[in-house]
């Protein structure tokens, strides 16, 4: 860089001539993409892992604690599931507008429930709990998100590990921390 281009800060040629500044761009996108990479990666680890977890406990006995786990998190239960947790009965109105269910139980043994939304986030809870063979639980937390902005109403439906994993640290410890390691 000559003199007076080190006192404006103008010129973005190197001793070598080369013109740098559209190397940060460049350099900033590949370090955007290594870190959606490890994120991505880590995801699917963590996804794995719980895959491979089992709870403890038999879905009956882990279910008030799931109740009052998505309670504690804001997420309003519906029906049924509000009585079990000391929270006053839904209204007729609350009852008709209601976007999920409270707890039904499966043929296996299993439950599952969909919360309301979180506040205005439209975003809901489904927690399933399933028998594992050889006795436990397996657990499912899936985030829906309901979309109103499209021309037809849809709901977007994924697996939420984080959610998952801390409502497993919740119900079985030990299983939680084999799945991070800790």
Do not use: N
Not at 21 to 29: D, G, N, R, S
Not at 58 to 81: K, N, T
Not at 136 to 142: E, I
């Amino acid at each position: 860089m000559t003199t007076s281009s080190r006192c404006t800060g103008r010129s973005t040629h190197s001793a070598h001539g080369f013109h740098s500044a559209p190397f940060y761009p460049v350099l900033l996108a590949a370090l955007a993409a290594a870190c959606a990479t490890a994120a991505s990666a880590r995801k699917a680890e963590l996804r794995r892992a719980l895959d491979e977890t089992r709870v403890a406990r038999a879905p009956a006995e882990i279910w008030p604690e799931v109740q009052r786990f998505l309670d504690q998190r804001g997420y309003p239960l519906v029906g049924e599931d509000r009585l079990a947790i000391g929270k006053p009965a839904q209204t007729s109105l609350g009852r008709l507008v209601s976007l999920g269910f409270p707890t039904r139980g499966r043929g296996d043994g299993g439950r599952v429930l969909e919360t309301d939304p979180l506040g205005d986030t439209r975003t809901r809870v489904r927690v399933e709990a399933s028998p594992a063979e050889g006795g436990g639980t397996r657990l499912r937390v899936r985030l829906l998100k309901h979309d109103e902005m499209s021309v037809v109403q849809t709901t977007a439906e994924f697996r939420d590990e984080d959610l998952e994993l801390a409502l497993l640290e919740r119900l079985d410890p030990a299983a939680a921390a084999r799945v991070t390691g800790r």
